[in-house]
């Protein structure tokens, strides 16, 4: 049965009156609206939701910002990691080793010619250090930057932790030392930790080498005045140490390595040892360590060089010297025979004396 308005409105007022007095005329004095579809609500109701409403919203705007946050930083963190320690090497290739707090390689960097053709073809990131450091000698050997003859190497640490620096020092300078070895036959790895100057950045972006190899060289011609700069720059490794060794330039100061290799014998006297101290009193000729029989040798070289052919305005006085005395010799021999002369004249004497003796006694008996 439909139900008319009117009806509707008959039955509302006996419903009010059949209310509660107190809460009917409370119920009947709040106002309605209509929120949507055919539902209606009291007054008041849609305020009381719009908090709720609002938290969400709130939420909603903070997770959305975080979200894009992470997408624009994650991958930016993961792209580009914070280098921890660097590492320079230094044949006559010179490359650059960035790691991480892993000690995995970020980055590889050439910086000369020389080292460019040793990482061609190579992708050493997120590599340990360790295998990075053998690869890379492995194709210095093969290409010939690393032989026999050519065997010297240099090894720095970079890191803003000193004591990680040392420590990384140590140990890679053994791997490199045993690496080369295995490849190589033989080697010699000076190692160093430096904290590379802006005037050490200069100076290898000019030269071609590692900050590691400029700091170095800019020590050394600091200490020492007879070290031209531009001269050891050009020079690799191998050429550089044999340069230095015969100034007489003590390495200990500023490198370190391997002191039991006695392929590398330097010639650096220690007064404060006295092993490495020359011993006057050492004569023998048979130790190839004995820097005095090498002086030894050179002194009897040049006395039997003075044994050869005689000097012509000497061999002059010799033979007036020699002449003198034939001189002296001749006059002694003279007065020897005046002297057998004088005593022949003697005994003719002594006989005549004797003849006129026996005549007298002749005489006598005669008479």
Not at 25 to 31: A, D, H, S
Not at 156 to 166: E, I
Request: glycine share 6%; hydrophobic share 35%.
């Amino acid at each position: 049965m439909k139900m008319t308005n009117t009806a509707a409105a008959e039955r509302l007022c006996r419903a009010v009156d059949g209310a509660c007095a107190s809460r009917a005329e409370e119920l009947w004095q709040r106002p309605v609206e209509r929120a949507k579809g055919d539902e209606w609500y009291l007054d008041g109701a849609l305020e009381q939701k719009k908090p709720a409403k609002r938290a969400f919203r709130a939420v909603a705007a903070v997770a959305a910002m975080a979200a894009m946050l992470a997408l624009v930083l994650v991958p930016s963190f993961l792209l580009h990691p914070r280098t921890d320690a660097t590492v320079y090497l230094d044949v006559n290739p010179s490359i650059e080793l960035q790691l991480d707090s892993r000690q995995r390689v970020i980055s590889a960097r050439a910086d000369n010619d020389d080292a460019e053709r040793i990482l061609e073809g190579m992708d050493l990131r997120k590599t340990d250090v360790e295998v990075a450091l053998n690869t890379i000698l492995g194709a210095m050997v093969r290409q010939g930057y690393l032989s026999q003859a050519k065997n010297v190497l240099l090894l720095s640490v970079d890191s803003a932790d000193g004591a990680r620096a040392a420590q990384l020092q140590k140990d890679l300078s053994s791997k490199v030392d045993e690496c080369l070895r295995a490849l190589n036959g033989s080697g010699l790895v000076l190692s160093q930790s430096v904290r590379p100057s802006g005037e050490a950045e200069t100076l290898a972006r000019r030269y071609g080498i590692t900050p590691g190899k400029a700091a170095l060289l800019l020590e050394l011609t600091g200490d020492w005045s007879n070290l031209d700069l531009e001269d050891l720059a050009e020079l690799p490794m191998t050429d550089l140490i044999r340069l230095l060794t015969d100034e007489k330039v003590d390495l200990r100061p500023y490198l370190e390595w391997d002191e039991d290799d006695r392929e590398w014998d330097f010639d650096w006297d220690d007064p404060d040892d006295p092993d490495d101290v020359d011993d006057p009193d050492d004569t023998d000729d048979n130790d190839p360590d004995d820097v005095n029989d090498l002086d030894d040798d050179e002194n009897d070289a040049d006395d039997d060089h003075g044994d050869g052919p005689d000097d012509p305005e000497t061999d002059d006085g010799d033979d007036s010297t020699d002449s003198g005395e034939a001189d002296d010799d001749s006059a002694n021999s003279d007065e020897d025979e005046d002297d057998d002369r004088q005593d022949d004249g003697d005994d003719d004497s002594d006989d005549d004396d004797a003849d006129e003796d026996d005549d007298d006694d002749g005489d006598k008996e005669d008479d």
